[in-house]
C-alpha cells in the first residue's frame, strides 16, 4: 500500500517551453502532496505544499507564476514548469500525506532536462 | 526552526562491515522520526520510522531508535552489503500536516 507515482519519469524539453509533472496516490487520498526539487549530490528541497481544493503554499523562494501547482482531486497533484530554461534542469520528486498514517511516501521522480 | 543534522559523506565501508550514520534533530516538540533510503536515479523509500522516545524502527537488518535524551536517531546495521550502496536521508516530522525536514543525506558506498 501507499504508492506514489509520477509522470512522466523523464522529460526533455527546449527552452521556453512549459512542462507538466503529474503525481498521484494510488491506494490511498492524500489531502496533502509536497513537491521537491533534488539537484545532483544534495538534499532535497522543499518547493510547495498542496492541498486539496486550495491554493499551494510555496517557499520562499519559489516563484508561483513559475512552477503552477494544482491539487484537484484527492489523489492528483500537478506541477507545471513554465516557460521552462536550462538552469529549471532538475529531479522533481512528490511525497503524499495520508492523513491515517504518519509519515510521507515519495513518488519515483521526474528527471526534467531543459535544452 | 526545526532541523535535522546528520553526518556528513561519503562513507565507505567494506562489505559486512558494521554501519552507523549519525542523526540528530532540534528538540521542538514531540516529532516523529525517519530514515529514507534513495538508491541511484530513485526516489525517496521509507526505511523506517519512530514516532515516540525509545521507539527502535528497524527494517532490512537497519536499526534506529528514538532517543529524546541526546535528541538522536542514529542509523545502524550490523553487516552491510553492496546492495546497500546508496543515500540515507534522516527527516523529521511535526503532526498534522506539515512537512518532513530533511538532513543533507550521507552517501554510502560499500565495496566487495
Known amino acids: 500500500g501507499a504508492v506514489v507515482s509520477q509522470h512522466p519519469s523523464r522529460v526533455i524539453c527546449k527552452s521556453g517551453t512549459s512542462v507538466k509533472i503529474e503525481c498521484r496516490s494510488l491506494?490511498?487520498?492524500?489531502?496533502?502532496m509536497f513537491w521537491y526539487r533534488q539537484f545532483p549530490k544534495q538534499s532535497l528541497m522543499l518547493m510547495a505544499t498542496s492541498n486539496e481544493g486550495s491554493k499551494a503554499t510555496y517557499e520562499q523562494g519559489v516563484e508561483k507564476d513559475k512552477f503552477l501547482i494544482n491539487h484537484a482531486s484527492l489523489t492528483l497533484s500537478t506541477l507545471t514548469v513554465t516557460s521552462a530554461h536550462p538552469e529549471d534542469s532538475s529531479f522533481y520528486i512528490c511525497s503524499a500525506r495520508d492523513v491515517a498514517q504518519i509519515g510521507q511516501y515519495f513518488g519515483p521522480g521526474t528527471r526534467l532536462t531543459v535544452l | 526552526g526545526d532541523s535535522v543534522t546528520q553526518m556528513e559523506g561519503p562513507v565507505t565501508l567494506s562489505e559486512e562491515a558494521f554501519l552507523t550514520i549519525n542523526c540528530t534533530y532540534t528538540?521542538?516538540?514531540?516529532?516523529?522520526l525517519f530514515w529514507y533510503v534513495q538508491y541511484p536515479g530513485e526516489g525517496l523509500q521509507l526505511l523506517l520510522k519512530?514516532?515516540?522516545?525509545?521507539d527502535k524502527g528497524s527494517n532490512k537488518g537497519f536499526e534506529a531508535t528514538y532517543r529524546k535524551e541526546t535528541t538522536s536517531f542514529h542509523l545502524e546495521k550490523g553487516s552491510v552489503q553492496v546492495s546497500d550502496s546508496a543515500v540515507y536521508f534522516c527527516a523529521r516530522s511535526n503532526s498534522g500536516n506539515t512537512p518532513l525536514v530533511f538532513g543533507k543525506g550521507t552517501r554510502l558506498s560499500v565495496i566487495a
Open positions: 491506494d490511498f487520498q492524500a489531502t496533502t
Open positions: 519512530a514516532t515516540k522516545a525509545d
Open positions: 528538540a521542538t516538540g514531540y516529532p516523529s
